[in-house]
């Protein structure tokens, strides 16, 4: 049974049709590889998935039942969260502060419920150091390097029991030992039965870690198969479109 | 390939660049307020030594008095500029309420109603701004700008621009400007206003998830919506604040008046800004602190005072504040850089 799935999902701007129909399923413990050219409609799909908006027609369904988001916190509430390209973060505040923001640790302090620091920069601490990350909790991200800036947007969706992780570019703007850092983490994603999309443009990143691949071409779904069955010269061709459909 | 040589660049780098944890000294010498309350201290110091009149009772009492009118609206004003806002009406919220407020008492209503009517005033303000702002998302700019020339024209249409006293219109007029105009422990109330408020604004920017929010939305608006932050309340309640702040002034300063007149508090807001900006807050958001708002205030204050002393003539009174203030955002863009 598919943890979420995407039934005939589309989605308009205006005149612009962003998403045409597009079926998508994934399964608990699946890293399933999103891939497409520049507008081929992946971050709108994972907007969609997120909360961000609601697809224009079309229906979503998580673990059997169909869901309507209004917000990403309901998303994010039913157990989906995502990476985002722009990662989202807020350069003035520390790492520990990112990840924890909109759900902030409190403790008792009188007749008051205020932020809890340490318990704060405690978990971050530990959450980066399970991801293998030298970003430091009590760093402002705005000193941070492209890769420790990802470990904060990635420790910000381990927080909680999440189901499903949905990435966006997440090895996009990184160093190589960080791409192999991502990868890793994803993989012990994997291992603890969560689902995991990963929108990528590096060939060989999604051939190291994705179950199965899924091509988009304006809008549409072109293919959508097990890894093992396809091949990165396939994939390339279905990208640009020298490979109609498979 | 090309790009995977530069990454695999960036990788010695940042193994070279191992930058150690900023000790709590590095970071006090590189806060504003911090130099700030230096600059105040030395200026202080240094006119106490040239002229005896700086660091007598009464000078220093009107001091501090003169800049809590200011540094009191700083407080609000900082929270509002830490998430990428600006209050432009908080000098008209000042007058607005010392009229509402003065009115009220002349006609004979308990002080506790006058006190009242002036608050929800400000607060009734502040949440027209607020709500234009983050709800029709019209720009803090122009909204407080229409505010700042609405309230303005209101006021003026309460009392028709004649002056509302306090003096000899009875014993609740009297007992209002005991409370407000006093000075418990020989410090002016006030001074004892600011104080709480700093305090508690300070703590609840430091220690609620509402003041997390506040720099949050000035860091990174949209990634704040994203993680679930309530955006919108929070910029309303920042601008609620903002005209609570202006409206605590305005119920000292016309206290200490003794009487309304219409232009109270014009062209406030312009100094109230300036304190902020010298304290540390930085007008494009995400920086700031109620203290830093403060210490901008009383630096000002002290810089007019001394001016005053030394006999310059009051006309260069601007000069040496817009100077301040440019040195102050210079200082922000070299500590950036660095
Ligand atoms: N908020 C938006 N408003 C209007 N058009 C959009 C918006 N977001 C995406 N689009 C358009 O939708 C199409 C798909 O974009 P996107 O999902 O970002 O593609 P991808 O992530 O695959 O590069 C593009 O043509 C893009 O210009
Ligand atoms: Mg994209």
Redesign the pocket.
């Known amino acids: 049974m598919p943890l979420l799935e995407l039934r005939k999902i589309s989605k308009n701007?205006?005149a612009?049709r962003?998403l045409d129909e597009v079926d998508l399923h994934i399964e608990p413990g699946q890293v399933l590889g999103l891939m497409?050219d520049?507008?081929?409609?992946?971050?709108?799909?994972v907007k969609i998935m997120a909360g961000n908006f609601p697809p224009t027609s079309g229906s979503i369904v998580l673990n059997d039942q169909e869901v309507h988001f209004h917000r990403p916190v309901e998303a994010r509430q039913k157990g989906v969260e995502v990476v985002y390209q722009d990662l989202a973060l807020c350069d003035n505040l520390t790492a520990a502060a990112n990840v924890f923001l909109g759900r902030e640790l409190k403790r008792r302090f009188g007749p008051l419920r205020i932020l809890d620091y340490s318990a704060m920069f405690a978990r971050a601490g530990k959450l980066f150091g399970e991801l293998k990350s030298e970003t430091r909790p009590r760093d402002l991200v705005r000193q941070m390097s492209g890769g420790q800036r990802q470990a904060v947007a990635i420790a910000r969706a381990r927080l909680t029991d999440s189901r499903i992780v949905l990435m966006d570019e997440p090895t996009a703007a990184i160093s190589v030992r960080q791409v192999a850092e991502v990868l890793d983490l994803i993989r012990r994603l994997r291992d603890q039965n969560i689902a995991v999309l990963l929108?990528s443009h590096r060939m060989p990143d999604v051939f190291a870690v994705a179950d199965r691949v899924m091509v988009?071409r304006r809008?549409r779904t072109v293919a959508d198969k097990n890894i093992v069955d396809s091949s990165p010269e396939e994939v390339t061709g279905l990208i640009t479109g020298a490979i109609e459909a498979a | 390939m090309a790009q995977d040589v530069e990454t695999q660049a960036s990788v010695a780098i940042e193994d070279v660049l191992q930058r150690k944890e900023a000790t709590w000294w590095q970071g006090l010498l590189s806060s504003q307020p911090f130099w700030v309350t230096v600059a105040v201290l030395a200026i202080a110091v240094t006119m106490g030594f040239v002229n005896s009149n700086f660091l007598s009772t009464g000078n220093f009492f009107n001091i501090t008095r003169n800049f809590s009118f200011i540094a009191v609206m700083a407080v609000g004003m900082t929270t509002v500029i830490i998430t990428g806002g600006i209050d432009l009406s908080v000098g008209s919220i000042l007058g607005m309420v010392a009229m509402v407020s003065a009115v009220t008492i002349s006609n004979g209503f308990p002080m506790e109603v006058a006190v009242a009517a002036g608050i929800l005033t400000s607060l009734a303000v502040g949440f027209v701004n607020g709500v234009l702002i983050a709800y029709v998302r019209l720009n803090p700019f122009i909204v407080t700008l229409g505010m700042l020339s609405i309230a303005r024209s209101l006021t003026l249409v309460l009392t028709g621009a004649t002056p509302v006293t306090l003096r000899r219109v009875g014993e609740e007029a009297d007992r209002f400007r005991n409370l407000l105009a006093g000075d418990p422990f020989g410090v002016a109330m006030p001074v004892w206003v600011l104080i709480a408020l700093t305090a508690i604004v300070a703590f609840l920017l430091r220690y609620s998830a509402w003041g997390r929010y506040v720099y949050a939305i000035g860091g990174n608006e949209q990634a704040a919506r994203l993680n679930g932050v309530p955006v919108d309340q929070v910029k309303v309640s920042v601008y609620m604040l903002s005209g609570l702040t202006a409206g605590f002034s305005g119920l000292l300063v016309l206290a200490w008046a003794g009487s309304a007149l219409s232009n109270f508090g014009q062209t406030w807001e312009l100094r109230v800004i300036a304190s902020t900006v010298i304290g540390g807050a930085n007008l494009m958001g995400g920086v700031g602190s109620a203290y830093g708002g403060v210490i901008g205030a009383a630096l000002i204050e002290v810089i007019r005072n001394s001016l005053l002393l030394a006999g310059v003539n009051t006309f260069w009174q601007g000069t040496f504040v817009g100077l301040f203030i440019l040195f102050a955002v210079l200082l922000e863009r070299v500590r950036s850089r660095g």
């Not at chain 1, 520049?38 to 799909?45: D, I």
């Open positions: 701007f205006g612009i962003a497409g520049n507008g081929a409609g992946k971050s709108t799909m929108i988009m809008g």
